[in-house]
């Protein structure tokens, strides 16, 4: 007896639509993907039932009889989930379940994780699974309900709140710049040790993000010969022994700062931002524990968020 793989609905999403418009193209611009990946994904799906469900041309496909009975009966069934999905997520008085998070590093351990607990105590019934990496995930074909990162995503298929518009400065040790001085203008960084992010996405250094005395924004960039890859965290922890200069957010320095730990520099080139949003598929109903994630975070960051310490 064939057991029924629960992997494959997304696969049948995909086939359905491209069912019910006749294109691959067409159902990969209706969901935010490439033609290639719908193509790959039904491909998938056949191989799984061991019969074809398109006949595929150079110009168009179209449905194979076999296809044509399971689309009907793929639609159908597709009704009914989201029909259940509704009167779930609409009715669920308590919010329960696992809640699947991708978030980077930085922003988790010095931003999300020290409010969890406060989430935790107020939704009990809520589990909670968290992947803390500098990956882009992709959250729609991994499964993960929602994703925190920086900017707005460009992924049409994600919806985006945002969460905070985090102000940076750059920051050192008052150890370094008893040896070193303290820099008062941008030509002073030549003789400093300045602590570089290669970001893994680009393979690029991430420039320091600095307003000019004129109201200008500037994107400083620079070679160093001391570079960090693939964990910004590198920077802070070695900043933090001495090491040099480095960019962070307020909120992860704030705290050194106040207790004389860090000093800021620079001051008059600060001001700049960098946005963090949540997202979450546009095309899941948005269940009772991701909308009270969701909200959550917007009030905790509402009260909470750190102030400039300047």
Not at 54 to 67: D, H, I, M
Not at 177 to 195: F, M, N, T, W, Y
Request: hydrophobic share 40%; net charge neutral.
């Amino acid at each position: 007896m064939r057991t029924f793989d629960t992997t494959q609905v997304g696969s049948i999403e995909l086939f359905c639509k491209a069912a019910e418009l006749g294109s691959f193209s067409a159902a990969a611009e209706t969901l935010g993907l490439t033609p290639a990946s719908v193509s790959r994904s039904i491909k998938r799906l056949e191989e799984r039932l061991g019969v074809r469900l398109f006949s595929r041309t150079t110009r168009n496909v179209r449905l194979t009889a076999e296809g044509e009975l399971y689309w009907q009966e793929c639609r159908q069934a597709l009704e009914q989930i989201a029909a259940a999905e509704r009167a779930i997520t609409g009715n669920q008085k308590v919010p329960s379940g696992l809640l699947r998070i991708s978030v980077g590093t930085l922003y988790a351990n010095y931003r999300l994780l020290p409010m969890l607990h406060h989430f935790t105590t107020a939704y009990p019934q809520i589990e909670l699974e968290l992947s803390l990496s500098n990956r882009v995930a992709d959250i729609v074909d991994e499964g993960y309900d929602l994703a925190i990162r920086i900017g707005t995503p460009q992924d049409s298929r994600l919806i985006a709140h945002k969460l905070e518009d985090a102000t940076v400065g750059i920051f050192a040790t008052p150890g370094y710049l008893a040896r070193r001085g303290v820099p008062q203008s941008l030509d002073d960084l030549a003789s400093h040790d300045c602590l570089q992010f290669i970001l893994p996405t680009t393979g690029r250094p991430m420039p320091w993000i600095l307003s000019m005395p004129d109201g200008k924004e500037l994107d400083y960039t620079f070679r160093s010969r001391f570079r960090l890859l693939d964990d910004a965290f590198g920077c802070i922890s070695w900043g933090n022994a001495g090491g040099g200069l480095f960019q962070t957010y307020h909120f992860i320095a704030g705290p050194a700062v106040a207790r004389g730990e860090l000093v800021e520099v620079l001051q008059p080139y600060g001001g700049r931002s960098r946005q963090f949003s949540v997202t979450y598929p546009q095309n899941r109903h948005l269940s009772a524990r991701v909308r009270a994630f969701v909200d959550f975070m917007l009030e905790q960051l509402r009260f909470s968020a750190a102030p400039n310490p300047r």
